[in-house]
């Protein structure tokens, strides 16, 4: 049976507490399904925030199915644990074409990120329908050459205010793709990690210095995949100063970074997830 995001049990805390790896905060949660152009049906979740309307939207594309990425890899997971009650953000996650995860599987089959162009239009579509507003392409190694290859592009293109790329791979995506997004003009943040198995942040600085409006930052200490709590706070808090949430209005600036710290505790309704 699919998970139900309903499922989780909130409870009052008494006082604040610390936001850990499964913490889930309050949000308006529903499974949901996009269906492509050629036919398939995708599963996935909306996150939006508990009581207000979002001020944007995060449309995550997952790291690389056949090396364990889905629509659960932690980033994201904790963006949607986090981001609608804290940053007034709304979190969409699903799973490519032939993924699986305790929500379900997506139809269809790995297409080595060909067909997938297809998923990420459907995930706009829905978005669009949806009336979600100012909606940013956030994708993760695999889900960055889908971001790279099809967001500066038809039908995409017009409907995202821009992207955000965690530890950009380059290469599924090649030159023209950034070409395209340097005449499409809309915001690129590029975060890349020192230790990254890749592309690491000189390298990566010189080849997004096609796209003159990227902004590339390097993470120290960071490697690929994002473990540790203050390498997640860290990609947390550059999405939500990229794309101006609620916790945009805070006045001290993350180190070595334009963007303001996302909290660390919480004193409300909180749950804790399973794994």
């Known amino acids: 049976m699919p998970f139900d995001p309903e499922s989780y049990e ?19 949660r529903e499974n949901i399904e ?48 986090r981001l609608p009650a804290l940053a007034d953000i709304a979190v969409v996650r699903f799973n490519t074409r032939g993924t699986s995860s305790p929500r379900g599987s997506s139809e269809g089959r790995f297409e080595e990120g060909v067909g997938e162009r297809a998923d990420v239009e459907a995930a706009v579509r829905f978005a669009v329908a949806r009336g979600l507003p100012r909606l940013w392409l956030v994708g993760w190694s695999f889900g960055t050459e889908l971001a790279l290859k099809y967001g500066a592009v038809p039908p995409v293109a017009s409907e995202i205010e821009g ?21 499409l003009g809309k915001p690129l943040k590029v975060l890349v990690p020192e230790h990254d198995d890749y592309l690491r942040p000189a390298e990566a600085a010189q080849r997004f ?21 203050k390498f997640v706070q860290r990609a947390l808090t550059e999405m939500v100063g990229t794309v101006g949430g609620a916790a945009g209005k805070r006045t001290t600036a993350e180190p070595g970074s334009g963007a303001r710290p996302l909290p660390t505790a919480w004193n409300g309704l909180v749950a804790t997830a399973a794994g």
Not at 15 to 26: Q, Y
Not at 39 to 60: K, N, Q
Request: glycine share 8%; aromatic share 6%.
């Open 163 to 183: 992207a955000i790329l965690l530890s950009p791979p380059l290469h599924r995506a090649g030159d023209a793709d950034l070409a395209a997004w340097a005449a």
């Open 209 to 229: 210095a096609a796209v003159p409006q990227a902004d590339v930052v390097g993470i120290d200490g960071a490697k690929h995949l994002w473990v540790g709590e």
């Open 34 to 81: 996009l269906h492509t152009e050629d036919g398939l049906t995708l599963v996935g979740e909306l996150a939006l925030p508990p009581e207000r309307d979002p001020l944007a939207t995060l449309v995550t594309l997952h790291p690389l199915p056949t090396h364990g990425g889905f629509m659960d890899s932690h980033v994201f997971r904790k963006a949607s644990f």
């Open 10 to 28: 909130f409870s009052a805390s008494d006082g604040p507490v610390e936001i850990r790896a499964n913490t889930v905060l309050p949000a308006r």
